[in-house]
């Protein structure tokens, strides 16, 4: 394939991936309130109504209350299970850390049903407590990934020079390893936290209409109408995605957080 071609291909693939978006905010703007594309005028009443509205101000709410607690959870749940598994690396922290994984193995819809008959055995089903534990639990595997990433690029002679300095494992752990696996933490919560936001399964199943999020308003709007606010959170999660994802690729090592390896050493 010539570079032409090539270019030509990866043009196309582009352009395919952000039609979608393109008609998404076509849509968000659109004067009246239809789903039109191209949009009939230019308005950004619909953005307005999504901070204004008291039912998607409500919803927004409790999706950016529930993506902050879960993540809070995840990263709480991952950071002493990674640094568990990086410190003992036995059979035990092995099958912890498969245990850690093993949620994002499963189809969403197995564990949304699991945690609804959890539960509603324990009657707290309905709760927003619910849905903040589950998405947590559900969304512990990208903090717990990206958190070991982190672990395992440590200088193990940087451990043994401070000890050799006399510090105890107390003083290493927050003068060593801590600080330079702290960008790691905030790229693990970050990522849950865009996750959750968007998580839809889980959120429905475990807390229904009692506590209503943004993508289960999304979907409950259908049913009685179409509505250009659905296009603007649908450009409120990406402009959030963007906005997080940049910062990390901005100010953080993204390609290594996300697996690659290092061409410096």
Known sequence: MTVVARNIFIGLVLLFLAAPLVVIFGVSVNEPKRLLFPPDGFSLQWYVELFQASDWRNALRNSVVIA???????????????????????????????????PFMLPPVISALGFMVFWITIGFYGHIGATMISHGVFLVTLPLVTISLGLDSIDKQLIEASRTMGADDRSVFRTVIFPLVRP???????????LS?????????????????????????????????????????????????????????????????RTDR
């Open 197 to 261: 936001l968007n998580e839809y399964i889980i959120a429905y199943m475990v807390a229904g209409f009692t506590a209503e999020t943004l993508p289960i308003k999304i979907f409950n709007s259908l049913r009685y109408g179409y509505t250009p606010v659905m296009a603007s959170v649908a450009v409120f999660f990406v402009l959030t995605a963007v906005v997080v994802f940049g910062s990390i690729a901005r100010f953080g090592d993204l390609p290594r957080l996300l697996g690659a390896e």
């Open 68 to 102: 902050l607690g879960a993540s809070t959870i995840a990263v709480s749940i991952a950071f002493p299970l990674a640094l568990y598994v990086w410190r003992k690396q036995n059979a035990l922290a092995k099958a912890l850390f498969g245990l850690g994984v093993a």
């Open 184 to 194: 790691y933490i905030i790229s693990g919560f970050a990522f849950a936290f865009v």
